[in-house]
């Protein structure tokens, strides 16, 4: 099994968790591993919409698209606000 | 040329800071600052609380800071951002930027802290009496942010 | 709302003056500050004199400062501006200006520096191993101070 | 006799001197004093011009017609430059 350690912040880590690890056999690309996840956890499913949250992928900024590949980190980002 | 970030996971003064970064600065002739402090909103909030994204989060703060550098000439730039739970009078941002001529370090300050508002991968939360609010920009964030994008 | 104008005759420490101010203010959120500092100017610059009018100069800035308080609703404004003879790197003027918001905040601290560098009753003189000159404000200068005289 | 202090700053002060007492008796307003001190010193005269010159009398800026009256203070103010 390969493993996956899935990352949220904000209003999403108020729904889903700070972090959950998912099983990524048989997982392409991001918009698969989101499938999986909305599958489990319904309620996300409008908070993981390309429009609004932002895909990191071992630290990398990515398009829903971008191959899994052998990555170990998928980091959902929800709008952002500092300062 | 410097650029320093840090993410400060507990309080920090904001003025000892300002004092050693000047005083490794070289021959600048401005140095404007700005300090983002948790107001208590007439006894209204209670803590704020902000995450990130360690070590992504100081990454793209660092890759803004250096454009900012780039794009108004700065001598250099001091970022420090509090995360974690914190209370009123806290510090929770310092800003600096360092330029020879007063117009670059203003422009380059404003321009940070606009960024770290709306843009940098911070998420902020109040803690108030009736429950816990996730923050988002205002529609003054969006236009102050959207002064720098428009060239 | 507290407005703080200083000559100082000698050298002064920004950043204790900031932290100071800082120590004095209400329930600010936001505090942006402008430090100058004499430049060596590659070595050229040996000495900058800076002369004013006693008490006149004082109340002239201190009367700028409240109208720019209430133009920007600021929280609070420190001005200490040292006159006399000072060396490269030495602090020549501090501004801050304390706000609810970072918009007034900068817009207030901008506005008194721009006062500051082409409109208060004082006068400088950069001392070089050529000789001493009186410095004018710049076009830039003049442009800058205009952008808050037109609305 | 009545003296009024006279001061002059920046390029002003190097040409006639950061202070200067004059008699003031007879004299009836501002530009009356500035024919006086231009006669002493020509080469000041362009710099107490109005449109480049700022009047202060008793910490009051003043036009040239305003009345010396008892005032005890006169300062010339050249363009200035701080920051």
Known sequence: ?83 | MSVAVRIATGPFDPEAELAAFRARLGDAGALASFTGLMRDDGGQAQQLELQHYPGFTEAEIARFAQKTVERFGLIGVLIIHRVGMMGPRDAIVLVAAAATHRRAAFDGCDCLMDYLKSAAPLWKREHRADGAVWIEPTKQDQADRARWLAD
């Open chain 1, 1 to 83: 099994m390969t493993q996956l350690r899935v990352l949220f912040f904000g209003k999403l880590a108020d729904l889903a968790g700070a972090e959950r690890p998912i099983d990524s056999h048989g997982l392409t690309d991001v918009a698969s591993a989101i499938a999986v996840l909305t599958d489990a956890m319904p309620a996300i499913a409008p908070l993981l919409h390309p429009e609004i949250c932002r895909y990191v992928l071992d630290q990398q900024i990515v398009p829903a698209g971008a191959p899994l590949a052998g990555a170990s980190e998928l980091a959902f980002l929800p709008p952002v606000s500092g300062g």
